[in-house]
């Protein structure tokens, strides 16, 4: 079972860094395990196509055999087949960005992106996580549960608008309760609006998945404020009314 923690550890911490490859001594360190078994261990999972490493074998990252199983867990999930054609839906009619996330302890993992042709990222934020504080996607969900859940703080700050103390969330997280969906004005990227929805259709556990609408600030005017609320509240209302019943499959959680 060590094993296997310590695998899965390794895994995680090679995904998290991204396009920042690690060297040998970098991840004996943060794992606090011996260089030897470090080094052991990267040579499996090198050898399986889970890690890989440059020409000099001195650097190493996530290897494609990830990717598959992200594919296969994106494939997979009735949900989230459910939710890709109003994705479109939501984009044609708005010409935004719109997501799709789940909440995955104190994050938000983007299982689905269709980007606005205005607007277009360099990187997917598919199988990307973001902290629940910073986005409307998170700040919907995180409404859907007791405050008595949120942890003390001070939480990690990605602008000067984040919410990194707890009673500022909970106050944002009332009115989100009270409106109906979540807002993000500038607290998870500077010069990006967002407007979160949390996809009630496991009710009455909380919602695990939501979907948002992100617009850049110099295009957002009251007018297109309230249609991108309309558009997003009615698709919200599709999704859940035509959510798949269980019929057999494993209840995932």
Request: proline share 6%; glycine share 8%.
């Amino acid at each position: 079972m060590k094993s296997a923690a310590r695998t899965v550890e390794l895994l995680e911490l090679l995904a998290a860094r991204g396009d920042r490859p690690a060297r040998l001594q970098e991840l004996a360190d943060e794992l606090r395990v011996p260089r030897s078994s470090m080094y052991a261990l990267l040579q499996t999972l090198i050898s399986r196509g889970w890690v890989r490493t440059d020409i000099t074998g001195s650097l190493y990252g996530i290897g494609i055999h990830a990717l598959f199983t992200g594919t296969t867990y994106l494939d997979s999930d009735p949900r989230v087949r459910l939710v890709r054609p109003y994705l479109d839906e939501a984009s044609d009619a708005l010409g935004e960005t719109i997501h799709m996330g789940r909440l995955d302890g104190a994050d938000v993992a983007y299982l689905a992106t269709r980007e606005s042709h205005e607007y277009l990222r360099t990187i997917s934020r598919v199988g990307r996580r973001l902290p629940a504080h910073m986005g409307a996607l998170g700040k919907a969900l995180l409404a859907e549960r007791p405050d008595t859940e949120l942890p003390d703080g001070p939480y990690e700050r990605a602008t000067p608008n984040t919410r990194t103390d707890r009673a500022s969330l909970a106050a944002d997280l009332a009115a989100t309760r009270e409106r109906g969906y979540s807002t993000d004005r500038e607290e998870g990227v500077l010069g990006i609006v967002g407007f979160g929805f949390a996809l009630r259709y496991d009710a009455p556990a909380p919602a695990q998945d939501a979907i948002s609408c992100s617009v850049p600030l110099a295009r957002l005017t009251d007018e297109h404020e309230r249609q991108i609320i309309a558009v997003m509240q009615e698709i919200r209302a599709k999704i859940e009314a035509t959510a798949p019943s269980a019929n057999g499959a494993p209840d995932w959680r």
